[in-house]
């Protein structure tokens, strides 16, 4: 049998990350309990800051707010990064202002903007005044929270047209230490204006006399500040970009967009989509507190009782069919069940594609004729496999007519279904509604509604044992 660490081993990176984080928590605990600062630093020197700020969040925030305290202002500024928001927060509530604005002058200015805006505003103002560039910190603050002006870095490399590949390549030098990674060099016109972008290779393989102007890729890809992060996030994955360009409205540049900004982005929005579509509101972490995790998943449960509550309405409707023929009440969940399956299957294909850019708002009529035809060959197959099973096992002399009702209701409630999840989602983005909004709970409850009414009409219409 091999030993445990090879085991480890052989499973890969992240799950000896895993069993190594357990442990430093039990290590860590025991060690901050007993004020090793010396041993609590030596444990985390060799770590990244991100398994860091990992470890700590799985401490006790007071035993937490030891280790920040021991740790430099350097490394302390970097784990505060990694940091989920709302330990973040709680991590710096006794903290004083002068503090907090010594970890944010290390920080890069897109990731001083987020915790910034996360302090009580009182706090904030108080920080701000102590920083060492207060203005462009307050000048990102002006930018809303899901643009790329409020994702994007001012760190950048930028050039003149007008300067050599020497001039440029010593200017990426001196900025080396400030702006991290650098991927490309930003080319200006003599008043602050995007010209183009030169790549590092590019630049590096150039001749030292050479015109950045002989050279530039003067087309380049750039957003404006006001640009939505996910259109953000669908620019730089089309065109395969690691670093985007932002200037306001008159052309100047004022920052950069990194691949490790856009990738958490990308995290962000699709924990947001998939547990709307669980129906729990976006943004809600492991760390949160109990309050506002029951404050996020109430309004939805709520809501899927009140829907509960008007298909209990619709049954009690017709409680006489249901008297009169017992059997009905066994093909409701049935009925109910495969109309909020239906509907998320095609609620969900219909999110991931306007989240990805593939599906557009003006394609709701292309949507609407492919649902259409989808739902017809599924319910179809399944209305016959139902019929079959109905014939078969009730056996009664009312079997086909009873087949026949369930059979009609499980197409109609399939079509319904599939056309409302796939073309809602389509209609809200068009409106300018979160389609995620669409799914999970929303859908489930409108066709189980749906269903059962088609259900009881269609039954009252052609089944009467």
Known sequence: MA????????????TKRFEVGSELVDNLTVLVDGDQQLMVLNLLADLHPADNAAVIEHLPVD????????LSPEDTAEVLAELDEEFRVNLL?????DEIATFIDEMDSDDAVDLLSELPEHVAEKVITSLEAPHEIKQLLTYEDDTAGGIMGTEFVAVPSSWTVAHATEEVRRKADVVEPIYSVFVTDDTGKLIGGISLKKLLLSQERVKIAEIVDSEPYSVTT???????????????LVSLPVIDRTGLLVGRITIDDVVDVMREEAEEDIQRMSGV???????????RVTRGRF???????????LAAT??????QEVARAAILASFIPIVMATAGNAGIQSSAIAVQGIASGSIWATDLRKRFAKDLLVSVINGGV???ILGIGVVTIVGSPHAMRLALTASLTLVTVIVLATTIGGVVPLILHRIGIDPAMATGPFITTMNDIIGLLVFFLLSTLIYKP
């Open 3 to 14: 030993p445990e660490n090879e085991i480890a081993s052989d499973q890969g990176p992240a």
């Open 299 to 309: 309004p939805w449960l709520l809501m899927g009782m009140l829907g509960a509550g």
């Open 382 to 384: 399944l209305a016959l």
């Open 63 to 70: 035993r937490a707010r030891k280790i920040i305290r021991w």
């Open 314 to 319: 619709v049954i009690g409707f017709f409680q």
């Open 226 to 240: 006001d640009v939505d992060q996910e259109e953000v996030v669908r620019i730089m994955e089309r065109y395969n």
């Open 93 to 97: 509530e006794d903290a004083h202002a």
């Open 281 to 291: 509101s976006g943004g809600e972490e492991y760390t949160d507190s109990v309050l």
